[in-house]
């Protein structure tokens, strides 16, 4: 026991130092970037989170092209950094911030960054105050800004890029047609527009035809500066050539239309995506363009190296779970924990000879993915009742608790329908199934408090290593969309209101797995991977499956509307979203099932699995309100 608790704590260790190299090694380019996190104050007094890199190259002698780069809907600042690590290398300041309400910036107390000019028609969520900082700087080179946005991101930077016209050299937006109000005739700015062609966001906007979308009347006329003609005599946009208008201020600016292979650019972002930004940047900009790039068909021979952070980031979690596992293990051995482990007790689940542990194996892989869809659009209004003042969080996070709420009730049928087919007539009660807290039948509710407190030191641990990581680090990790911070201290009631919230399905769950006996394997090393793997397989396999086939018919088949079950009442967002639910549903999947085998009891493992849960839900993302 004490040779695998040491193999744990030097695995975990290694996690640890490999996942600090990787990212930090990445971020700085090896030491030629410097990395800084910084909280900056808006006109209005708000807070907004920033993260710079400043290339060693970038002196007040020889100042550098600076990029502002603002993330997605419902996102964080990290996401930008698959684009940050690669500019900075190129020798570009590069400045990613968490919008005005999103992650670690604060929800805006004034209209100084929110309300929309007449001409942009969106607000600038942080630009101005982001801006405000950068021309302070004497290593930036003023006359080079980049202003870049990612989806809604794109929204709020073109309109800081129309709010602002001297201030910009160049304009991009990734995966969003959006250019400010329908009457602007004003972008006196180079222009660059970054579309996927598996963009699914797009597929739905443009019945499956992204192309199209270069094409809209305003994209073209801002392509060829003709705001007089008949609509139809303004020419087609051909995608990839690089067009110059005469602006109303009488310069010249070019404009640029790429449809690179990707989707929406922050879900499953591409090399080619990648590079295609490289080459949009440094070929207008004029700094940083890689050797042997002449034109936009040579952009393969762009070096990229943010897939290493992306491992980076991998290992960063790799190490908290690995931790939590250690430490969940040896306070089970401990004077203080071992109370928690009781007596084993009789078997109860449907012996798999009987053909209803395999009716009641199957219902439950397919539940989760039955109810997949009316559960994530029943956000706003649940069994009839409006529960849209229940969120303080906006957007997905809310989707994935509606979920749950709807996968509970299904849960607890089945675990009703097994209590009655087979769990009374063998014992099943309330103790046996999991709810006792001593051996003798007495409910102690110093139990309860031992294994919360047993909970939250194990997510604790996780919470601490990742913490450390982070602090060295400065950011969060972000793979995809799965997303993971250390928690702000204004998100604290959305620890309990969460914590809460998840409490059905987790606690059902773990009572419809009781059916097919997952938790009765012995508790060894391969018993214990037996029972994850088939509780994982329950729980959220068939999610993964459902995942994988949107990913392939988005990636392959260049459609969504074909498919009303993903086109209708954005379940394509949803859908595409299922990976971070699938990555935090079998950690805390795994952590439950785990901690339940070795005490036998649902408690313990049930306050990892909430606290766990917890902490991936709350830790990133908008905020709609902070107290109720």
Not at 131 to 157: C, E, P, R, W
Not at 191 to 203: M, N, P
Not at 441 to 470: E, P
Request: proline residues 2%; glycine residues 8%.
């Amino acid at each position: 026991m004490k040779s695998k608790r040491i193999i744990g704590i030097a695995v975990t260790f290694i996690l640890f130092a490999l996942a600090m190299i990787m990212i930090i090694g990445v971020d700085t380019n090896w030491g030629k970037t410097t990395v800084k996190k910084l909280s900056l104050s808006s006109a209005d007094g708000d807070i907004i989170s920033v993260l710079l890199y400043k290339p060693k190259s970038a002196t007040p002698e020889n100042p550098a092209p600076a990029v502002m780069y603002a993330h997605g809907g419902n996102d964080m600042l990290e996401q930008g950094s698959s684009y940050a690590v690669e500019l900075a290398r190129r020798g570009y300041v590069v400045i990613t911030w968490d919008y005005t309400g999103a992650h670690n910036s604060d929800i805006a107390t004034g209209t100084s960054e929110t309300a929309p000019s007449k001409a942009a028609g969106a607000p600038t969520m942080g630009a101005e105050t982001v801006y405000n900082t950068l021309k302070t700087y004497n290593f930036v080179d003023k006359s080079k800004i980049v202003a870049m946005g990612h989806s809604m991101g794109g929204q709020y930077t073109m309109a800081f890029s129309i709010n602002n016209q001297e201030a910009v050299n160049l304009q991009v937006n990734l995966g969003m047609n959006f250019y400010g109000s329908a009457k602007n005739q004003d972008y006196n700015f180079n222009f660059v527009c970054i579309i996927g062609d598996a963009d699914e966001s797009t597929l739905v906007r443009s019945n499956n035809n992204v192309a199209s979308i270069f094409q809209v009347e305003q994209i073209r006329r801002i392509f060829s500066g003709d705001y007089t003609s008949e609509a139809n005599k303004v020419p087609a946009i051909e995608i990839g050539k690089k067009y110059y208008a005469k602006s109303t201020d009488g310069n010249t600016y070019s404009r640029t239309a790429y449809m690179p292979d990707s989707c929406h650019a922050y879900y499953l972002v591409t090399n080619d995506a990648v590079q295609t930004v490289i080459y949009a940047v440094t070929s207008n900009i004029g700094v940083g363009l890689d050797a042997g790039v002449n034109s936009y068909e040579d952009r393969g021979k762009i070096s990229t190296v943010w897939q290493v952070k992306d491992i980076g980031y991998i290992l960063m979690l790799a190490a908290a779970v690995a931790g939590m596992v250690v430490l969940a293990n040896f306070l089970l051995d401990t004077q203080m924990f071992k109370g928690l482990k009781l007596s084993k007790i009789p078997a109860l689940g449907i012996e798999k000879s009987n053909w209803m542990h395999w009716v009641f194996f199957g219902v439950l892989v397919v539940l989760p993915v039955v109810l997949f869809r009316p559960g994530i659009i029943a956000s706003r209004t649940f069994l009839g009742i409006d529960i849209s003042k229940l969120w303080l969080l906006g957007g997905t996070n809310n989707s994935y608790i509606a979920w749950q709420w709807t996968v509970s009730i299904g849960m607890i049928v089945v675990f009703i329908a097994y209590h009655f087919l087979w769990g009374k007539k063998h014992g099943g009660n309330l103790q046996s199934y999991g709810f006792r807290t001593t051996d003798d039948g007495r409910f102690s509710i110093g139990y309860i408090g031992k294994a919360f407190m047993f909970g939250l030191l194990t997510v604790g641990c996780g919470y601490l290593i990742f913490s450390l990581i982070s602090a060295y680090t400065k950011q969060g990790m972000h793979i995809a969309t799965f997303m993971l911070s250390t928690i702000n201290t204004n998100r604290s009631l959305c620890i309990l209101m969460y914590f809460l919230f998840q409490i059905p399905y987790f606690l059902t769950s773990s009572l419809a797995l009781k059916s097919i006996g997952v938790a009765e394997t012995e508790d060894t090393m391969k018993g214990t991977l037996k029972s994850i793997l088939v509780g994982t397989i329950c729980t959220v396999v068939g999610l993964l499956v459902l995942w994988l086939f949107f990913v392939l018919i988005v990636t392959q088949g260049k459609t969504v509307t074909d498919s009303t079950y993903f086109a209708k009442d954005r379940v394509y967002i949803y859908t595409i979203a299922i990976l971070p639910l699938f990555i935090g549903m079998t950690i805390a999947n795994a952590l439950n099932i785990t901690v339940a085998k070795k005490t036998n009891s649902i408690w313990a493992g049930l306050f990892t699995a909430l606290l766990w849960g917890t902490w991936m839900l709350i830790s990133c993302g908008g905020m709609t309100k902070y107290l109720y």
